[in-house]
C-alpha cells in the first residue's frame, strides 16, 4: 500500500504529472478514451463531491450508475492515488480521496499529450485533418481556432523581443 501523503489545495497542479497510458481508445467516450472505463467514473465521482471523500462516499455516487462493490470502488482509487491523479490522507483514521487536479487542469494535460502524441505524425497533416473536423461539426469553433492561432503567434514574438 501507498504511503498516506498530505494533500494539496484542491484543484492546484501537482508536483509531478499524473500517469497515463500511452494508448487512447477512439471508441470510448469522455476520460474513458485515457483512462479505464470505471478509472474515469470513480475520478468523475470524486470531482462531483468536490472535498475530500472516504471511499463509501465515492462508492455511492459511482453506484448511481454503475453497479460496482464498495471494495472495487477502493480499488480503483488507490490505483488512482497510484497513477497521482488523486491524493489520499487520513482524517479521523478514514482515509479520505480528493483530485490532484481540477477537471479543467485535467482536461488541458491531456488535450495536451494528445496533440503531443499525434504531432509525431506530419504535422502540416494533422492540423489540415483538424481544420476540417472542426469545420465539418462546428465551423464557429474556426473563429476560436484562428483566435488561438494569433494569440499564440503574439505570444511568441513578444517573447522574441519582435514588436
Not at 498516506?4 to 471508441?27: F, M, N, Y
Not at 463531491?49 to 477502493?74: I, M, S
Not at 497533416?125 to 503574439?154: F, H, K, N, T
Request: hydrophobic share 45%; with cysteine.
Amino acid at each position: 500500500m501507498s504511503p498516506v501523503r498530505k494533500s494539496t489545495p484542491h484543484g492546484c497542479e501537482p508536483a509531478r504529472p499524473p500517469h497515463l497510458q500511452d494508448t487512447i481508445r477512439l471508441s470510448a467516450d469522455g476520460l474513458a478514451k485515457v483512462l479505464g472505463d470505471l478509472e474515469a467514473r470513480v475520478l468523475e465521482a470524486v470531482w462531483a463531491l468536490g472535498t475530500p471523500a472516504p471511499a463509501r462516499a465515492v462508492h455511492d455516487v459511482v453506484v448511481r450508475e454503475h453497479p460496482v462493490a464498495p471494495l472495487t470502488v477502493t480499488t480503483v482509487l488507490n490505483k488512482l492515488v497510484a497513477k497521482q491523479l488523486l491524493e489520499r490522507r487520513k482524517v479521523h483514521d478514514l482515509l479520505h480521496y480528493s483530485a490532484r487536479m481540477t477537471r479543467d487542469a485535467f482536461m488541458a494535460h491531456v488535450s495536451r499529450r494528445v496533440a503531443e502524441g499525434i504531432l509525431a505524425f506530419e504535422p502540416a497533416r494533422v492540423a489540415a485533418s483538424v481544420i476540417d473536423v472542426m469545420a465539418e461539426r462546428d465551423p464557429a469553433q474556426l473563429e476560436e481556432l484562428e483566435r488561438l492561432i494569433q494569440a499564440a503567434r503574439r505570444q511568441r514574438d513578444a517573447g522574441a523581443g519582435t514588436p
